[in-house]
C-alpha cells in the first residue's frame, strides 16, 4: 500500500460522493437522506471550490491502479460559501425535507459566527478500512499548508460530541475547543 495525498479532481466526483455516504454516521436509509447528506456535506465543496479540497490515494505498487480512500473538503471564505451555498444549495436540501432545510441554515449560521477567527471550514473522511495509519493527518497537514499559502487566518469544523474518533483526532492534531452547540462541538485553528 502506498499512500499519498493530491489535489481534488474532476475524476474524483463519484468516488469522494461515496466515501462521504459511507463514512457518514446518520444511517442512510432512502434516496432523500442520502441526497441531502451530499448535498449538505459534499457537493459544495467539489463543486464550488475544488481547488481547497484534497484526496488520499492508495496505489497499488505493482499494477499501479490508484483508489481514493479518503479526501477533506474545505470552504476557504465563510462569506462566499454562505452566499453560494444559500443561493444554490439550501433550495435543493429543502426538496429533501424543510427539516433538513432548517439544519442547513443553521449550518450557516454557526459557520458565520465564528467566521472573523475561522473564515475557513472543513470537512474530513477516510474509509473505515484506512483508518489510524495516518492518513487524517496527512490530508490535514496538506489543507492547513494550502491555506497558510492563501493567509487564510484559521480553520474551523463541527464534530458530534459523541464522535469519539472524530473529537479525538482533531484534539491529537491541535485543534482547540472553542464552542460547544447542541450535539456538536466546535474545534478551531488559527493558521
Ligand atoms: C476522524 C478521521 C478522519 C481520522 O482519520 P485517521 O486517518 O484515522 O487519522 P490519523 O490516523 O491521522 O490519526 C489518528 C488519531 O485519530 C484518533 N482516532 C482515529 N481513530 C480512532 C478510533 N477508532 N478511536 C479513537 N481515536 C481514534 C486518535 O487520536 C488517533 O491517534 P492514535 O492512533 O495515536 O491514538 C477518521 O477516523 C474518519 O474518517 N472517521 C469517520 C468519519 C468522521 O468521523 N469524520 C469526521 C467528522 S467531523
Not at 21 to 34: G, H, P, Q, Y
Request: glycine letters at 8%; a positive charge; aromatic letters at 12%.
Amino acid at each position: 500500500m502506498g499512500i499519498y495525498v493530491r489535489p481534488y479532481e474532476a475524476k474524483d466526483y463519484d468516488r469522494v460522493r461515496l466515501i462521504c455516504i459511507a463514512t457518514s454516521d446518520i444511517r442512510v436509509r432512502n434516496e432523500t437522506k442520502r441526497a441531502f447528506l451530499l448535498k449538505m456535506y459534499c457537493d459544495y465543496y467539489i463543486e464550488a471550490e475544488p481547488k481547497n479540497c484534497f484526496v488520499a490515494v492508495d496505489k497499488d505498487e505493482e499494477s499501479g491502479d490508484e483508489k481514493v480512500v479518503g479526501y477533506i473538503l474545505c470552504a476557504a471564505d465563510c462569506e462566499s460559501y454562505a452566499k453560494n451555498f444559500i443561493k444554490n444549495y439550501i433550495p435543493k436540501i429543502k426538496e429533501t425535507g424543510r427539516l433538513n432545510s432548517f439544519s442547513a441554515r443553521s449550518q450557516v449560521f454557526l459557520y458565520s459566527r465564528y467566521a472573523a477567527f475561522f473564515p475557513a471550514h472543513l470537512h474530513i473522511d477516510v474509509l473505515p478500512d484506512y483508518q489510524r495509519l495516518g492518513i487524517g493527518s496527512m490530508l490535514t497537514d496538506t489543507l492547513l499548508e494550502h491555506l497558510r499559502g492563501m493567509k487564510v487566518k484559521g480553520v474551523m469544523l463541527v464534530v458530534g460530541k459523541k464522535n469519539v474518533k472524530g473529537c479525538s483526532f482533531y484534539r491529537k492534531y491541535g485543534f482547540s475547543e472553542v464552542g460547544r452547540v447542541g450535539p456538536g462541538i466546535v474545534f478551531g485553528m488559527d493558521l
